[in-house]
């Protein structure tokens, strides 16, 4: 490959990997090689956007996200393709099956083996491997490696990795039968290891599943059959309007502007910080005091409940003593509860998946739901004794701090994962996961 000559730097990685050659020592058996030795580097092109006639032809285009999507696995299909018009007005060239392609720019370290003939954009350098190394033991080392590769890329707000440092790597090799191993080992482990990750990855969306279903039991009495013995739940529902001492739409946007915020004032409440049926501020999304006093009544109180009224419906959140005196943004309407029912319970009502399906259905606005005042009074509520009322959010809080105890846990386990196929490749690198290439028995080679 022509251009810059490779750098004369040594930045040595952490294992299996440097620019440069560095003063590490390799296991036994393996050697240290300029990666130029035993793989073809080559580059990748972007053939012209302004002709369509390069594009959509038979030849598949490695783009960025398709390394994102395929990273550290085989690749067959891409999302773009180009003609042979493309390739024969471009610097764009068709690499072999077996290529291993490394993002260097834009998104660096996504790595992929081609496992068909195909073209790469320039955001990659490809590897065409001899066979002194195994096209599947250089991904998963530069898998491995993704850290370093980072430290090897200049820039502050887009890292890339140039040419004279890549034209410079150097990599560690065991025998091509001991990489062999190396693959067969790492990737049954990594088989086991991502089933898991598979499996823990589901389980957020059971627990949304979960919370919803017992929103629907709350709201509909179910929740507390066993608790109820000399009443009965409500056979019919009455309207929000009926449980409210007060309904306020927040400020139109001629009485609060963007230019009024200001950093760590008092804060805003939008349906962006309605997050999980609590509040979560945005430091820049303030006021100043004169600010707040000139909005007044749209100041919050403890025990009022926030709504979005724009896009997802049923975002709610009880305002507590921390909340009280915020202030009601453009996008939410305060509902205030009247004594007949229980902010805590009112909360769960408008976030039930009734409650949602509801106001979906009654929203207007084609590009995006909103609520006005009219709907929200409509909405149906069944309304128990403040003493089921109280049973009913007790028995939520319990189950939801359950469900919240296993998404931690859950949590917790995906960073082990992460931490396990960190630590299975670092030993694959290190010369620590399969022992050295058995020698042949002695007289093997005899006739």
């Known amino acids: 490959m022509t251009g810059r000559p490779a750098t004369d730097d040594v930045i040595p990685g952490a294992f299996a990997l440097s620019v440069g050659m560095p003063d590490l020592p390799a296991p036994d058996g393996w050697r240290w090689v300029k990666l130029t030795d035993v793989a073809r580097l080559e580059s990748g092109h972007t053939p012209s956007r302004k002709h369509p006639e390069y594009w959509d032809g038979d030849i598949q285009w490695l783009g960025i996200q398709d390394a994102r999507q395929h990273h550290g696995r085989e690749i067959l299909e891409t999302r773009q393709t180009i003609s042979e018009l493309g390739i024969a007005n471009s610097s764009a060239r068709i690499l072999p ?253 408008v976030s039930s998946p009734e409650a949602r399906r509801y106001l979906a259905a009654c929203s207007v606005g084609s590009t995006m739901q909103n609520l006005n005042q009219k709907v929200l009074v409509g909405l149906p509520v069944w309304l128990p004794t403040i003493g089921e009322q109280r049973e009913i959010v007790n028995h939520v809080e319990a189950l939801f701090a359950l469900a919240d105890t296993i998404e931690q846990r859950a949590s917790t386990a995906l960073r082990r994962i992460d931490r396990l196929i960190q630590s299975i490749l670092s030993k694959a690198f290190r010369g620590e996961l399969v022992g050295p290439s058995p020698a042949p028995p002695e007289g093997a080679d005899e006739e």
Request: aromatic content about 8%; overall charge neutral; glycine content about 8%.
């Open 97 to 349: 099956a077996g290529t291993v392609c490394l993002s260097r720019t834009a998104s660096v370290g996504y790595v992929v083996r081609l496992g068909r003939p195909m073209a790469t954009s320039q955001d990659f350098v490809n590897w065409v491997c001899s066979e002194d190394v195994e096209p599947e033991y250089l991904m998963y080392l530069f898998i491995a490696e993704a850290d370093s590769i980072l430290r090897f890329g200049k820039g502050s707000t887009h890292t890339t990795v140039y040419f004279p440092e890549v034209k410079a790597f150097h990599v560690c090799l065991p025998p091509p039968e001991e990489q062999r191993r190396i693959v067969a080992k790492v990737e049954a482990l990594l088989a086991r290891v991502n089933a898991a990750r598979d499996r823990l990855a589901h389980v957020p969306g059971i627990l949304k599943r979960f919370r919803q279903s017992v929103l629907a039991a709350a709201c509909s009495g179910r929740l507390t059959e066993e608790w109820r013995v000399d009443s009965s739940f409500p056979e019919e529902s009455v309207d929000l309007g009926q449980v409210l001492a007060e309904i306020r739409t927040g400020p139109f946007g001629s009485a609060l502007h963007s230019s009024d915020y200001v950093e760590s004032g008092i804060p805003v409440i939008n349906p962006t910080n309605l997050v999980g049926g609590i509040i979560v501020p945005t430091a820049s999304v303030s006021v100043t005091r004169d600010t707040r006093d000139r909005l007044a009544e749209f100041v919050l109180r403890t025990g009022d409940i926030v709504i979005a009224r724009r896009g997802e419906m049923g975002r709610c959140a009880v305002v507590g003593a921390r909340e009280a005196g915020w202030l009601c943004g453009t996008g939410c309407a305060v509902l205030r509860p009247n004594m007949r029912v229980l902010p805590s319970f009112l909360q769960l009502v």
